[in-house]
């Protein structure tokens, strides 16, 4: 099929392929395979990829975007739907790493970008795709954080939108979501209810105009995720960590880092290539990749609860690739429970300064279990990934001032702050 024929075509992109049967398409809005319903992702050219060059990458902005070049859409800066997100702090977590005995920790912190999560990326690639299709409405199915981001990215547009959301959301994630205008539609079910609701609407003529960023434009959705990994490898000074661990909700953001860090390394900007090894990281509330792994395989779809809501998807769409991942690079998964979720969100804060969100905390109690079960090395290199805000998610961890005193010095000293 020519890809000249859809308005995407022109960057790095050959077009859309069958992640199962391998069957291919136009840059076209679709997100299953007509022949066999498998998932579609983007295939990509890889001799227009083997020109990118360090340099190239270097001048570019200090946001996502300077990896444009390994994106399906976004090239010219004029079509970008977006609110510039990326370029986010990798910080060197050494009070972590000794109090894990770990010898060097990195924590990826994406809660710093404009939505503060990692969402923004993934949404400024579907969207920049869709405005390029000619939609000219936006939607999603969320856990949350995509409501956030859509909402926001919409607002940024001047373009409508209608997110929909599980009516157990956190409030955090409620008020992140309508401050921003926009229709926002609570449905009386869980995620995976609202994400096969809007699979359905998006078939309607009513919302025939309408690019649902996870579903019908989920292809390019899914590539923003790659920055992730590109980021962290581009901040290490064009070197890849030998461990990440990966929190999963579907489980794709784990198998495009992965395939960002094979992509930089096939097309040569990586000096000292070593194996990275690939962790999953979910809760024991939602843990159908989780349990695949340790038992057939085979994805099991359970009924989400727990407070870790971002990571709540019960039928994980990417699962079965998020565990080829882990398994080809010698990684392992791990799923904790909300009291370890939130010790985890207090270790992070305690040792590095960075509140994060449930995802974050499952992805550091995961870190410990893992390695107090042999599975993760701690003298090799590992980064983490906190993908979203503690402050989005404050009904999960509680806080109290340590000392209630009266406004004078015999009020410290009574309280014993003076020694
Ligand atoms: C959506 C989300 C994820 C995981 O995304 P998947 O690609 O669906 O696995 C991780 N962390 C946070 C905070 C999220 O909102």
Redesign the pocket.
């Known amino acids: 099929m020519s890809t000249t024929s859809t308005p995407l075509a022109g960057g790095p992109a050959l077009g859309l392929i069958c992640r199962a049967c391998k069957t291919t398409y136009p840059l076209i809005a679709q997100h299953a395979c007509w022949e066999c319903f498998g998932p579609l992702e983007v295939d990509y050219d890889s001799t227009a990829l083997a020109e990118v060059t360090r340099e190239e990458i270097e001048s570019g902005p200090n946001n996502m975007w300077r990896y444009a070049s390994l994106l399906p859409v976004g090239k010219d800066p004029k079509t970008r739907v977006t609110l510039n997100p990326g370029m986010t702090p990798l910080i060197r977590a050494d009070n972590l790493a000794d109090e894990l005995g770990m010898k060097r920790l990195w924590v990826k912190d994406d809660s710093a970008n404009p939505s503060h ?3 923004d990326r993934v949404v400024s690639v579907a969207l920049t795709a869709a405005a390029g299709l000619g939609f000219d409405q936006y939607a999603c199915a969320s ?4 409501a956030n981001s859509v909402a926001a990215h919409a607002a940024r547009a001047g373009v409508p939108s209608t997110v929909f959301i599980p009516d157990d959301l956190e409030p955090g994630k409620v008020v992140t979501t309508a401050v921003y205008g926009g229709r926002l539609v609570a449905i009386k079910g869980s995620y995976d209810d609202v994400n096969r609701l809007c699979a359905q609407l998006s078939e309607t003529d009513a919302f025939d105009n309408t690019a649902f960023v996870n579903v019908n434009v989920r292809p390019y959705y899914a590539e923003g ?1 790659k920055t992730l990994g590109y980021e962290v490898a581009e901040q290490l000074g064009w070197h890849i960590p030998g461990q990440v661990v990966v ?8 198998t495009k880092i992965d395939k960002a860090f094979s992509e930089l390394v096939a097309i040569g900007l990586i000096d000292d290539p070593q194996p990275h090894a690939v962790f999953g990281a979910q809760s024991r509330g939602c843990n159908p990749i989780s349990t695949a792994f340790h038992s057939s395989d085979e994805i099991v779809p359970v009924k989400p609860t727990g407070i870790a809501k ?2 709540n ?1 019960g039928d ?1 769409a ?1 699962g079965v690739y998020a565990i080829e991942s882990v398994r080809a690079t010698g990684g392992s998964m791990a799923d904790v429970t909300d009291d370890e979720i939130r010790d985890g969100i207090r270790l992070l804060a305690r040792t590095t300064g960075v509140f994060a ?1 449930t ?1 974050g905390g499952v992805v550091v109690a995961c870190l410990r279990k893992l390695l107090r079960e042999g599975k993760l090395d701690p003298d090799v290199e590992t980064v983490i990934y906190n ?2 805000d503690g402050l989005k998610t404050l009904d999960a961890v509680h806080g109290e001032p340590t000392h209630h005193i009266k406004p004078n010095l015999a009020g410290a000293k009574e309280a014993g702050l003076l020694g």
Do not use: C
């Open positions: 999560s990692f969402k856990t949350g954080n995509l995720s929190p999963m909700a579907s489980g794709e953001l784990l971002s990571l998807i994980p990417a969100e995802a993908t979203g």
